[in-house]
């Protein structure tokens, strides 16, 4: 744990794990290959990846390489944010995997406000800086107000943010507690919530192979996801939460417990237990390799 705002997280590389068959080496080989191209053209478009139109393509070309499919609530941009002018939207987001930020942005460019630590991971870090990410120091109790009002402040300004409440990864949706903090931003700024549900299947069997937790490594994590066969991420929108009109009344703890309760579909939190986290499948193969430790 890096500081007073770290969560710390049951699951381990151990909960990552295949449920169909890994594809050929050949196809791994070719992926690769594939992947490395597309990494390469993304990092040399420098200031214009910031474009939103290129920011979009480059996300999904990176999906695409890896043989990922996404399932998004629709086509063009605008499908998660709430739009109508006036503050942005905060979007809410579950934290399963590195994997995240590209299907994010994919789906439709926002802020993404994210640890310090993320802007100097392999491929996503580069990827995150040139997206416009807003980065906060975890290792200070004393940054958290002023993470917050700059917060408050995109969002009044109209900008939409998308935040990972949970602090850290969980190799599930239905793990972690939503904190707090993020949702005084929206209600401060007046702004709407949009909670956000990412999940991982594979030939729609529920899939951990993509989750990026504990001691993991990017490299490790990308060796499985190159082997993955039939990884769809799906990003699913939920009903806007209010923070003016009816809800004006909510604080930050119901705001939050509402959005828990959207991301993970009604259903409780998972308590894991100790040494890994709960993995609704049987996996064919485990985790592959950990290198030197690079703690999400």
Known sequence: MNGPWDVWSDCTPDCAAHTLPRI???????RSAVFAHRVRRALTDGERMADPVRLRAHA????????????????GPGTLTSGGGGPGTLLVVNHISWLDIPALL?????????????????????????AGTHFIDRTSPRGL????????????????????????????????????ATFQAALD???PVRPVTVEYTQRERPSTVAAFCGEDTFLGSLRRVLAARALTIRVSAHPVLTTVG????LDRRELAARAA?????????????????????TPVAAADVRDAPAHV
Do not use: N, Y
């Open 24 to 30: 050929s080496a050949t196809g791994v080989a070719r």
């Open 60 to 75: 999904g070309a990176l999906l695409d390489a890896l043989g990922i499919r996404l399932v998004s609530p629709g086509e």
């Open 106 to 130: 994919a789906v439709e460019p926002v802020t993404l406000l994210a640890k310090r630590e993320v802007g100097g991971w392999p491929v996503v870090g580069g990827l995150a800086r040139r």
């Open 145 to 180: 107000p002023g993470a917050i009002r700059d917060l408050t402040e995109m969002l009044a300004a109209g900008r939409s943010v998308a935040v990972f409440p949970q602090a850290t990864t969980w190799c599930t949706a239905d793990q972690g507690t939503f904190r707090r």
């Open 189 to 191: 700024a007046g702004a």
């Open 246 to 249: 009816p809800d004006a009344g």
């Open 261 to 281: 309760r959207a991301v993970r579909g009604g259903r409780s939190p998972v308590a894991a237990p100790v040494g890994g986290a709960v993995v609704r499948h």
